[in-house]
């Protein structure tokens, strides 16, 4: 049985890795997840300077998942580089570095300080609903995808994944945009913008009025939007949105996924990823699959 996948050109062992900002850099985690089991871990949101991110509240609970609006804090690229490689070092797993900016500059600036860093692949953010510059101001126009893409990809030395949002019309327009700027793969979705309103306060939850909805709820707009984007272009696409188990991953396989990631699972269940991994090795074992190229993007 393989259950390993190739994303542009780095072999995981499985296609199970966890999604940007709900895993911190797998040290929160690494008590429950035997970070060893996992085919990445794709960490949270690395900007040039550290962020503090937007003000609280920044978190509600909704139906079928979560909405936030958390504004990619963290603590800036040095930090990372000095703590959080090393760390996930210890583990047998590749590292994805998820760059977030608020320009292309900011943007640039990370991808070259983590030139010659020991990391496997990058992982662009302009799809971040909770920042009013870069994010997903960057990643809902066509032409400013290409153009950012197209400056990032010239610093980067490592493959560059490209995470999108869903917030907008036509997926495939932007995934195409996407890879003409050189996207070598790319990942989605990101959360749909959402709102929620306390009705006795008569006001928002969130400090920020409007964030990013993400869990089990949004799982189907990812399913359809992956499955799209996998027939529109020809790069490694990870596919992630509402995954909590190896069913939900299957299907996004089935969809055309060549990897997938697990987000708000993670809170609710610490060990989501490691059961997927688990799960996906008993669908195989069951449906006699030997190599998950056997089912990936077997829907028409
Ligand atoms: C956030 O930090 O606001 C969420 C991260 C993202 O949506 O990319």
Redesign the pocket.
């Known amino acids: 049985m393989n259950t390993k996948v190739n994303i542009c050109g780095v072999e995981l062992k499985n296609p199970v890795m966890t999604a ?2 709900t895993f911190g850099s797998g040290r929160e985690y690494s008590e429950f997840v035997d970070l060893n089991k996992l085919g990445a871990v794709v960490v ?2 690395v900007a040039d300077k550290p962020w503090n ?2 003000p609280a509240p ?1 978190i509600a609970e909704v139906y079928g998942g979560m909405l ?7 603590p800036g690229v040095d930090y990372f580089i000095e703590n959080d490689i090393p760390f996930l070092r210890q583990f047998d797993t590749k590292i994805i570095v ?1 760059v ?1 900016g608020h320009s292309i500059e900011e943007y640039t600036n990370v991808v070259k300080k983590l030139q010659g860093q020991d990391v496997d692949l990058l992982e662009l ?1 302009i ?5 009013s510059e870069g ?2 101001a960057f990643g809902t126009d066509p032409l400013m995808v290409e153009k950012v893409v197209n400056e990032v990809k010239k610093a980067a030395d490592k493959p560059l994944i490209v ?1 999108l949002s869903p917030n907008v019309t036509d997926i495939t327009e932007i995934a195409r945009a996407a890879v003409s700027g050189g996207a070598d793969g790319l990942s989605l979705i ?2 749909l913008t959402g709102m929620k309103i306390d009705i006795y306060k008569r006001q928002p939850i969130l400090y920020r009025k409007i ?2 909805m993400s869990g089990p709820a949004v799982k189907p707009v990812a399913v359809r939007m992956v499955y799209q984007v996998c027939k529109a272009v020809d790069v490694p696409v990870i596919g992630m949105g509402g995954i909590s188990n190896a069913e939900d991953a299957i299907e996004f396989i089935m969809a055309g996924a060549t990897g997938v990631s697990i987000g708000t699972a993670n809170f609710i269940n610490p060990r989501a990823t490691i059961e997927t991994v688990e799960g996906i090795e008993e669908y195989m074992r069951k449906y006699d699959v030997k190599d998950l190229k056997e089912i990936r993007g077997i829907i028409d």
């Not at 936030?68 to 963290?74: A, F, K, M």
């Open positions: 940007s900002g949270k949101g991110g937007n920044r936030n609006s958390v504004g990619l804090q963290n998820n977030c953010n799809s971040c609903p909770n920042v994010g997903m995470k990101n959360t964030g990013g």
